[in-house]
Every structure is written in structure tokens, then in C-alpha cells.
């Protein structure tokens, strides 16, 4: 997740750069069903900043944009996702399997340690209270709450509708459609085909360093080759990311 994110936050630092405030605009294919809350929040900001430089943001989901997937998916200007992409799940889960009772009838003597009333709620090992239960349930709402906000605040279009969408629920896309997650309903192939007689399409990918066992292989090819007992070797080219990015 850390290099995927440090990678995104170099694309969209080249599109603000080098992007035309008003002129250009930069497409975003989105493939996720979700994760941690922070992270996806994070990245979610990332692309926000390509708004922010006045550059028309367009998100394409061809398969999934489900909770912090969509977290992300909801910033674009405009949404376009497949018939059958999955979207939606605004909503927040979390499961801690507690083994109290299990220790205690073995007569194990597990010892948690904190500094803080709440520092931990509902953890592995420790009595789970009622209190605690609450409490933990308040921080989930909490972060749903922020969602929601999230939600409303990138798309105006759901603020009057937004308890309603934010169930957790998850839709197809021409569902979603008709509830305001999606505006086109096309694939990101169909997207780009449909801009690329008006636009120069460039294509935003990592190139990544070759590694000392590509440098193997690429060495082995060339022997092989010179002694003509086996068949070439090819080394690997240019990594490409997936989803890719493209600015036009």
C-alpha cells in the first residue's frame, strides 16, 4: 500500500505540474474493493489535488470502487463505471476475534498493558465490557459520519439523499447510476475512444530499475543465444501499473 501510494502521489504531482488548468483533463481507472479508513483517505487527498489545479479529474471503474474504493471514485468530476462494476459500500466494518474465555479455561495469563481510559476498546485478549463494546462501536460511527461528509461534499447531488445511499450497501453500476454514484455508465476503453479524436492521450506509468535477477536472465539470453543450444531469454521490460492514468 505504501508504494502504491507513494507511486499515485507522483502521478498526480506530474498532472498538477505539467497539466492545463482549464484545458486539460486527467482520467483515473479505479480498481478497489476497499481497506483502512486512513489510507484511502489519503489517496482519496491525492486526487483531489488534481481538482484543486483547476484540471477536470474523470474516474472509470471497470470491475470495483466499493467503500474506500469509492471513498476515491466519489472525488472525480465525473464518474463513468462499467454495466456490471460494483460500487457503493459507504459504510465502515471491523472484527476482532477476543480469546479471553479460551485463556482463561486453559489457565493461560495473558497481560495487556495501557496508558489512557480507551487507549484499547475490544482487543484479542482482554475482557470486552460493554463499555468498551460502545465505545468502539462510537468510533465506528464516527469514521461513518466522515464518510458520509466525504461523500456529500464531493458529490452535492447526494447530500439529500445521503442516509439512504450510505447503508454499506453495494450496487451495480447502472443501479448506482440512478442513485447519483455514477454519472456514465461506459468502460474506461470506451471513455478514452470517445475523447481520443479531440485529445492527445498520454499515458502515466512507472519504469521501474532492473533488478539483479533480470540482469541474469537478460546475461543468460545472450549466451544462449551466442551458443544456439537453447532459445533466447527475454528480460523483462518496462513494469506498467495498473489501474493506468492518463492525461489528456
Keep these: 500500500m505504501l508504494s502504491s501510494m507513494e507511486l499515485l502521489r507522483k502521478q498526480v504531482s506530474i498532472i498538477v505540474n505539467c497539466g492545463r488548468a482549464g484545458v486539460d483533463r486527467a482520467v483515473v481507472v479505479i480498481t478497489s474493493p476497499g481497506g483502512a479508513v486512513s489510507p484511502y483517505g489519503l489517496a482519496a487527498s491525492q486526487l483531489v489535488r488534481i481538482r484543486k489545479a483547476g484540471i477536470q479529474l474523470v474516474v472509470c471503474v471497470d470491475t470495483v470502487a466499493a467503500s474506500g ?18 460500487i457503493g459500500s459507504i459504510g465502515v ?43 468502539l462501536q462510537e468510533e465506528l460511527d464516527d469514521m461513518h459520519r466522515a464518510f458520509k461528509d466525504h461523500v456529500a461534499l464531493a458529490r452535492p447531488k447526494l447530500k439529500d439523499n445521503i442516509e439512504e445511499i450510505a447503508s454499506g450497501e453495494y450496487w451495480v ?12 455508465i461506459m468502460t474506461s476503453d ?16 512507472e519504469k521501474r530499475r532492473r533488478t539483479v535477477w533480470s540482469a541474469f ?26 489501474p493506468p492514468m492518463a492525461m489528456a
Design 173 to 184: 453500476a447502472v443501479q448506482a447510476k440512478e442513485l447519483g454514484l455514477v454519472d456514465e
Design 190 to 205: 470506451e471513455y478514452l475512444e470517445s475523447i481520443s479524436q479531440e485529445n492527445e492521450i498520454i499515458e502515466i506509468v
Design 217 to 242: 536472465h537478460a546475461v543468460a539470453s545472450v549466451m544462449k543465444t551466442a551458443v544456439g543450444s537453447f532459445s533466447s531469454v527475454k528480460s523483462p521490460n518496462n513494469y506498467r501499473t495498473t
Design 69 to 86: 474504493g469509492y471513498m476515491m471514485a466519489s472525488v472525480g468530476d465525473t464518474v463513468c463505471a462499467a454495466p456490471f462494476a460494483v
Design 93 to 135: 466494518v471491523t472484527q476482532i476475534p477476543n480469546f479471553q474465555r479460551f485463556l482463561n479455561k486453559h489457565d493461560i495469563d495473558a497481560y495487556l498493558f495501557t496508558a489512557g481510559k480507551h487507549k484499547r476498546t475490544v482487543d484479542i485478549i482482554g475482557e470486552v465490557t460493554e463499555e468498551n463494546k460502545k465505545k
